[in-house]
């Protein structure tokens, strides 16, 4: 992409194997194809103005067949004709290698080639130097990034950047902790939110209990139960635990209900429970919570004793497990410690992220762990996260627990969700209409537990008011779950425009992007500038708003004569964002579609890209400002969008 003189030229090249395929240039609505194209493209590309992106991983034989009119007839690779260097005098050679060498960069290559032929020092220098700026800009990256959770890693990468030749792939190495990073928000946010789901679970109990008492003083009736009973009937059951092995006997693989979003893992699971010896070793398992990995741990476990008394089964926990290694050094028990972990034939741990930072107990769990494996002992792992998205966990034991099966939960589809709630409603031999059973379906979408809570809270309200169980019995009981009754401090539109702060991003919740466009023209103060992103034709915009946008972009996957479009690709959408505020600093910038870029990439994707835009924003005096309609997204994925933000409401 090359901007100069007020100009703006595009150009693409797809290449297999290095070598070009198809290329196309665009400049001043006019458009070249194939070998003309990559010459202008070539010609672009010496350009200073010029911005190079590299995008891997693309549908070659997709691009082939849609811009067949583009392809070139003879894919040839390119090469510049390379010119000798001049020699580079040895002092200033010296001079610059004792910089270098000062910093703590690796300049044996350099020092052993000193005394040769210059021209071979000559080679040498400008490669090292090369090399050294790549790895001075991945620093640079690398400072950029929060490390929390994950020194080690980023430590090792510091000490292969001192050795730059010897790494030239720390780019990539750079992008997986980026990724892990990034993981570990998007899991630790969603855990959040599920805790805060389980400290609500007792307050929704008492929220029960008040309405049932609320209404039979309005009845004149005596409460037919105690309280206690009714939080007992609410609440689940306590768990029946195998004393030998730990195992909860409740879960069983018939217990389990299985859906497309649980399948593979269940199959998993089952198939270590059948055959220890071929079984994939370790399995590991991994989910957000509530979502099934615990039961189909404790399920391998009742699997293999019921087939056999004489199995050695155990099930911990990583917590349970660093609590037993503290104990036994303390004790001086720990041979014993070991001797009992190495005697199971299936060890089940659950939770492994929680050996995160626990040195002394991952060391220790490193041994057992070759140990088991060493003698074809099953050893089966569950957790909220990829191994690789632990933070400070040691490399060794990500190495391990990857090297057998990963398998995945996903939060279960509606189908399941109402076969679910069906099975239990006919083991509790409770009568249901039709349509509540969907309808709790579809109050919670991404937990299993609080599914099940949210029944029982309507089979008890049901039974201590003697009232059928309905729909309209339902949307009365599981109110606060529906949304129906939250509130929120809202504010006036020239109360928000008077507050807003540059560096500082804006999430306006709103069914149509009204406020956001209102907003938007105040905080320009009059003054033309500003970039608009929308879904919303432009030319609606203008026709409805008052904006004196400079520049503005129909998010469209169509091709618009009379105004500028661009397609819901995210890479493109940063590029014009970040490009638009390194031009015109203190700028304003309004995004309105959010959930069309989630229909067409991923919400951790496009979470990824709004947290880019916020952290990039943070850094200048910008503003941004994101209009989302509520009810586009989950309520989890509205949740962690608005805490990247800050939210306005408005009156």
């Not at 995160?356 to 003698?375: M, P, T």
């Not at 809270?457 to 009981?477: C, G, H, N, Q, W």
């Not at 709103?510 to 023209?521: S, T």
């Amino acid at each position: 992409m090359r901007n100069a003189s007020g100009e703006r030229s595009e150009g693409v090249v797809f290449l297999r194997g290095g070598n070009p395929e198809v290329s196309l240039h665009h400049k001043n609505g006019e458009q070249l194809k194939g070998r003309a194209a990559l010459k202008q493209v070539w010609q672009d590309s010496y350009d200073e103005a010029c911005v190079l992106e590299l995008h891997a991983r693309v549908d070659m034989d997709g691009l082939l067949k849609e811009y067949g009119d583009a392809i070139l007839e003879k894919p040839t690779k390119l090469v510049k004709r390379s010119k000798v260097p001049h020699p580079v005098d040895r002092p200033e050679i010296e001079r610059q290698v004792a910089m270098w060498k000062e910093k703590g960069y690796d300049v044996s290559t350099i020092e052993g080639v000193i005394d040769k032929d210059p021209n071979e020092l000559t080679v040498a220098f400008l490669s090292l130097q090369e090399a050294i700026r790549k790895s001075d800009a991945a620093a640079e990256a690398l400072a950029r990034l929060d490390v929390g959770g994950f020194e080690e890693r980023a430590e090792a990468i510091r000490a292969k950047l001192r050795e730059p030749l010897k790494h030239a792939d720390l780019d990539a190495e750079i992008e997986s902790l980026r990724d892990a990073i990034d993981s570990r928000r998007h899991i630790d946010a969603r855990r959040e939110i599920e805790a805060a789901r389980e400290r609500d679970s007792k307050e929704r109990t008492k929220k029960v209990l008040q309405l049932v008492m609320k209404q039979q003083q309005a009845l004149h009736v005596e409460a037919p139960s105690a309280p206690d009973e009714a939080v007992r009937a609410i609440e689940s059951p306590p768990p029946t635990r195998d004393e030998a092995t730990n195992v909860i006997q409740q879960y069983t693989f018939d217990a389990f209900l299985v859906g497309e979003s649980n399948r593979f893992a269940q199959a998993a699971a089952a198939a270590v429970a059948k055959d220890l010896a071929k079984a994939y070793n370790p399995l590991f398992i991994t989910s957000g919570p509530g979502l099934g990995k615990t039961h189909l741990l404790h399920a391998i476990g009742n699997e293999l004793r019921g087939r056999s008394r004489e199995a050695r089964v155990l099930y911990t926990t990583a917590q349970a497990f660093v609590d037993d290694v503290t104990v036994a050094k303390r004790e001086g028990t720990l041979a014993e410690f070991r001797a009992r972990l190495r005697e199971v034939d299936c060890l089940l741990v659950d939770d492994v992220q929680l050996f995160s930072g626990q040195r002394e107990a991952q060391e220790e769990f490193l041994q057992v762990f070759e140990d088991l494996a060493n003698g074809n002992r099953v050893i089966v792992l569950a957790g909220d996260r990829p191994p690789k998205a632990i933070p400070d966990l040691d490399e060794r034991l990500v190495s391990r627990f990857e090297s057998g099966l990963m398998a995945t939960i996903q939060p279960p589809e509606r189908e399941t969700r109402i076969a679910i709630l069906r099975r239990r409603a006919t083991a509790a031999r409770i009568d249901v209409d039709a349509d509540v059973l969907p309808f709790i379906a579809d109050l919670v979408e991404d937990n299993v537990r609080e599914l099940g809570g949210a029944l029982n809270r309507v089979v008890t309200f049901s039974s201590l008011m003697a009232r059928p169980i309905t729909r309209d019995l339902a949307k009365e009981v599981l109110r606060d779950v529906t949304g129906e009754a939250k509130g929120g401090e809202t504010v006036g539109l020239e109360q928000a425009a008077g507050a807003l702060v540059p560096g500082r991003s804006y999430l306006i919740e709103e069914d149509r992007p009204a406020n956001a466009f209102q907003l938007f023209a105040r905080a320009l103060g009059g003054r033309r500038g500003g970039l608009v992103i929308t879904r919303t034709n432009p030319k609606r915009i203008r026709e409805t708003f008052s904006l004196e946008a400079d520049r503005t972009l129909w998010l469209t996957d169509r091709e618009s004569k009379s105004e500028k479009t661009i397609q819901p690709v995210l890479e493109r959408i940063i590029y014009e964002i970040e490009d638009y505020m390194s031009q015109r600093p203190g700028s304003v910038i309004l995004l309105d579609g959010l959930e069309y870029l989630v229909s067409s990439n991923s919400f951790e994707a496009v979470l990824k890209f709004v947290r880019r835009v916020v952290d990039t924003v943070s850094e200048s005096h910008s503003l941004f400002i994101l209009s989302v309609g509520p009810a586009t997204l989950k309520e989890q994925e509205r949740r962690m969008i608005e805490r990247e933000m800050e939210v306005l409401r408005f009156e």
